[in-house]
């Protein structure tokens, strides 16, 4: 066999030719694995916390799915941004603690953007409006305006607009607040309460279409709050997730997607 004569010492061309070998072999077989593999998701994945009894924007319904309208809206987004999303079922009592404690990365439950809430959370751009309104037993007279409140037993969800509003407005009513929206009506048709002060989108719901309540409450009347609903994060939006809601949700509004889900849900848009 010839020799090659290197400085240092000498190698074989055969030695060479083994080198070269094994070296392209464990390079073919190396791109063969790289060729195999899974490509590596881009994906993002959020939690979003839903205090789902708040019909028709966030309940469970007869197959326990959480469904409504927040919920439509957000999968529709998460397309629209190739992210994932998982909706987490959170008591309302806790949810804003649970957001602080980190819990889940953002809430989306029907949370109304307030000066107070803003000096702990940030908000995304508005996705829905709202006021309030008085819901009432359809065999009541008594009741025809905000004012006949006065003196009376009104029921609220703990810690939601109506309930504030009646607590810093009409002092002169007699608050009595609730876990969830379904049990204060509830009362109402019971006769422990004499009104109830709700978003009037979950109103409509109640007192119109739901088979339990509906023909037993009639709304009498709205309170114009002009509330803004919104996506809600830990105050410096840590995950970054604003951004990617509001890009998502000017996509599904210009694409007229939002439109579908909304008059699925609330009705034609006045």
């Given at each position: 066999?010839?020799?090659?004569?290197?400085?240092?010492?000498?190698?074989?061309?055969?030695?060479?030719?083994?080198?070269?070998?094994?070296?392209?072999?464990?390079?073919?077989?190396?791109?063969?694995?790289?060729?195999?593999?899974?490509?590596?998701?881009?994906?993002?994945?959020?939690?979003?916390?839903?205090?789902?009894?708040?019909?028709?924007?966030?309940?469970?319904?007869?197959?326990?799915?959480?469904?409504?309208?927040?919920?439509?809206?957000?999968?529709?987004?998460?397309?629209?941004q190739k992210i994932e999303v998982e909706i987490k079922n959170t008591a309302?009592?806790?949810?804003?603690?649970?957001?602080?404690?980190?819990?889940?990365?953002?809430?989306?439950?029907?949370?109304?953007?307030?000066?107070?809430?803003?000096?702990?959370?940030?908000?995304?751009?508005?996705?829905?409006?709202?006021?309030?309104?008085?819901?009432?037993?359809?065999?009541?007279?008594?009741?025809?305006?905000?004012?006949?409140?006065?003196?009376?037993?009104?029921?609220?969800?703990?810690?939601?607009?109506?309930?504030?509003?009646?607590?810093?407005?009409?002092?002169?009513?007699?608050?009595?607040?609730?876990d969830s929206a379904d049990l204060a009506m509830m009362d109402l048709v019971?006769?422990?309460?004499?009104?109830?002060?709700?978003?009037?989108?979950?109103?409509?719901?109640?007192?119109?279409?739901?088979?339990?309540?509906?023909?037993?409450?009639?709304?009498?009347?709205?309170?114009?709050?002009?509330?803004?609903?919104?996506?809600?994060?830990?105050?410096?939006?840590?995950?970054?997730?604003?951004?990617?809601?509001?890009?998502?949700?000017?996509?599904?509004?210009?694409?007229?997607?939002?439109?579908?889900?909304?008059?699925?849900?609330?009705?034609?848009?006045?």
């Open positions: 066999m010839p020799y090659i004569y290197l400085t240092g010492g000498k190698v074989t061309l055969m030695k060479q030719y083994r080198l070269f070998s094994a070296f392209l072999v464990t390079a073919m077989f190396l791109g063969l694995l790289t060729s195999c593999a899974a490509p590596a998701s881009t994906s993002k994945k959020f939690v979003f916390a839903s205090d789902a009894a708040f019909p028709p924007m966030e309940f469970v319904d007869s197959n326990k799915a959480i469904v409504g309208f927040d919920i439509d809206m957000i999968q529709a987004i998460a397309k629209d309302w009592d806790g949810i804003f603690a649970g957001l602080g404690g980190g819990a889940y990365d953002a809430i989306l439950s029907s949370v109304t953007i307030t000066e107070d809430r803003k000096k702990t959370y940030d908000f995304s751009e508005p996705y829905f409006d709202a006021n309030q309104a008085i819901v009432v037993r359809i065999d009541d007279a008594t009741i025809m305006t905000e004012q006949d409140l006065a003196g009376k037993p009104v029921g609220a969800q703990i810690g939601t607009t109506g309930a504030i509003y009646l607590g810093d407005n009409l002092k002169e009513a007699t608050l009595k607040q609730y019971n006769k422990q309460v004499d009104a109830v002060v709700i978003d009037t989108p979950v109103a409509a719901n109640f007192a119109l279409q739901s088979d339990q309540f509906k023909g037993k409450l009639k709304i009498i009347g709205e309170i114009v709050t002009s509330e803004q609903y919104a996506l809600t994060v830990q105050k410096g939006d840590p995950k970054q997730i604003l951004a990617i809601f509001n890009a998502g949700l000017k996509n599904i509004k210009a694409s007229g997607e939002y439109a579908k889900i909304y008059e699925k849900w609330i009705g034609v848009k006045k």
